[in-house]
Every structure is written in C-alpha cells, then in structure tokens.
C-alpha cells in the first residue's frame, strides 16, 4: 500500500499559501532525496540477491520440475515483512523523526531485497530500460502534483479504494491462472500508480504548509512522503516491467 499521514490531518488545499517558498523547496528536496537514495539502496540489493549466487538461494528457489521461481522461507519473510511493517503504522497515531527514518530505511531494504527475483526473471537490459521509463514517467507525473492548483484528494481517495480491488484482483490470481485478468491488473496498476504519484506529491506539498514551521513534525513527514512516493515508483517500475521485460524464463 502506498498512502501514509502519520497524525497529520488531510491537507486544505484552499488556504494554503501557494508562492514559492525557500522552505517549501528545501523540504520536498529532502523527500526527493530519500526516494532517490532509497531507490539506489534497493538497486543494490537487488542486484546482490538476484545475481550472488549464495544470497539468491537463501531467498529463491527453482522448481526443477516445472522451472516455476517461488521464495524460500526466509524470502517469504522478507518479501512480506513490509507488508507487516506498514500495518502496525495504522495503530501508531504519532511517531519521532528517528523511528519514522528506521521504518523507512527498512522498508526500502526489505523491498530491495526481495527485488532481487526480478534479476532471474528479466534481462538486465529490460530492467535498465524499464527503470529509465519509470524515472521518467514519474518526475512528470510527481511535476504535475506539485504545479497543479486542483485538489486530486478526491481523485487519491478513489485511486486508493481502487488499490485494494487490484489487491485482491491479485490474491484471486493465486487461484486463478489468468493471462487476460493478469494483463487486467498490470494495466490498471499503471494508471493506479501513475495517479497516485501526482496525488502524493501533492499531499506531501500541503502537508509542509500545515506543520508551521515544526522541524520534529517536517522530519517525520519527510520520511512518510518520500516513503509514499518510493512506493509509487516501485509499484510503477513493477507493473511497466510486465509489458517492457524481455523476461527470461
């Protein structure tokens, strides 16, 4: 999932001061800064569990059988550790700018890790290829949040109901082998995704407006909306690669 206010009430786009501000600036540069090194971290771990040999067999394993790639125990536990991690963040209604930095770090780390599946399943070349088009689709799409003088709180808190469909859209996949819905989903979690990117960063604008200045709140909201915007462009990267991979297997 992808939609995190720790505390914070839902912006008013209507009394926000809009003009360029020097704060503003410095602290969307920060949340941008966090997405990037979280995506560079992620790479590289990616990278070491798809391609290491030793690493990539405590994480995944190949039926010999059939040639089906599934996760080991311990990949299962990594793979969905994020989940677990992201849920307990419902139940916590205010939190310190170290603990929101730890649960961002680790997050990214997991993700990173269990990542590493898509280096057996596609080229490199599809990989970089698809990245490329990611960063691009998302600075115009993250561009378009940011400029833009309409409030999309309606259209994120659709785009958000719509995230749990593709969510159980996928589980019934697990039970139903289906190349059209498999097609379905991937489609529809581009424009998911592409939506709630321009939403989020907008969000993550007024949310700066409403702190006043707070540093501790700033710091904390720094680590939720790059971690908000980090998962956009996963999910993104994820879905584009369906339709960009050269897979291998």
Same mark, same amino acid.
């Given at each position: 999932?992808?939609?995190?206010?720790?505390?914070?009430?839902?912006?008013?786009?209507?009394?926000?001061?809009?003009?360029?501000?020097?704060?503003?600036?410095?602290?969307?540069?920060?949340?941008?800064?966090?997405?990037?090194?979280?995506?560079?971290?992620?790479?590289?771990?990616?990278?070491?569990?798809?391609?290491?040999?030793?690493?990539?067999?405590?994480?995944?394993?190949?039926?010999?059988?059939?040639?089906?790639?599934?996760?080991?125990?311990?990949?299962?536990?990594?793979?969905?550790?994020?989940?677990?991690?992201?849920?307990?963040?419902?139940?916590?209604?205010?939190?310190?700018?170290?603990?929101?930095?730890?649960?961002?770090?680790?997050?990214? &780390?997991?993700?990173?890790? @269990? *990542?590493?599946?898509? #280096? %057996?399943?596609?080229?490199?070349?599809?990989?970089?290829?698809?990245?490329?088009?990611?960063?691009?689709?998302?600075?115009?799409?993250?561009?378009v949040g940011y400029t833009t003088k309409r409030d999309l709180t309606g259209m994120g808190s659709f785009l958000i109901m719509g995230l749990w469909?593709?969510?159980?859209?996928?589980?019934?996949?697990?039970?139903?082998?289906?190349?059209?819905?498999?097609?379905?989903?991937?489609?529809?979690?581009?424009?998911?995704?592409?939506?709630?990117?321009?939403f989020h960063t907008q969000r993550t604008k007024m949310t700066y407006y409403q702190l006043g200045g707070?540093?501790?709140?700033?710091?904390?909201?720094? &680590?939720?909306?790059?971690? @908000? *915007?980090?998962?956009? #462009? %996963?999910?993104?990267?994820?879905?584009?690669?369906?339709?960009?991979?050269?897979?291998?297997?």
């Amino acid at each position: 999932m992808s939609d995190f206010n720790r505390g914070f009430t839902r912006p008013t786009p209507a009394v926000a001061d809009m003009g360029v501000d020097a704060g503003l600036r410095a602290f969307m540069l920060g949340v941008y800064n966090k997405v990037g090194l979280g995506l560079v971290l992620s790479a590289a771990l990616a990278w070491v569990t798809g391609n290491y040999l030793p690493v990539q067999q405590l994480l995944f394993t190949v039926d010999t059988t059939t040639g089906r790639l599934s996760y080991t125990i311990l990949g299962m536990v990594v793979a969905f550790a994020p989940l677990g991690i992201l849920l307990s963040q419902m139940f916590i209604r205010k939190t310190s700018p170290r603990a929101a930095a730890i649960t961002y770090w680790a997050i990214v &780390s997991l993700i990173g890790a @269990s *990542l590493g599946m898509l #280096f %057996i399943i596609y080229s490199n070349v599809s990989i970089f290829q698809t990245f490329l088009v990611t960063a691009a689709a998302f600075g115009g799409l993250s561009l378009v949040g940011y400029t833009t003088k309409r409030d999309l709180t309606g259209m994120g808190s659709f785009l958000i109901m719509g995230l749990w469909g593709l969510i159980f859209a996928s589980l019934a996949m697990f039970f139903f082998q289906s190349p059209a819905l498999n097609f379905l989903i991937n489609l529809i979690g581009v424009g998911i995704f592409a939506g709630l990117t321009a939403f989020h960063t907008q969000r993550t604008k007024m949310t700066y407006y409403q702190l006043g200045g707070d540093q501790a709140a700033m710091s904390v909201a720094t &680590s939720y909306g790059a971690l @908000s *915007l980090y998962l956009d #462009f %996963i999910n993104l990267f994820r879905f584009l690669l369906y339709f960009m991979g050269g897979a291998r297997r």
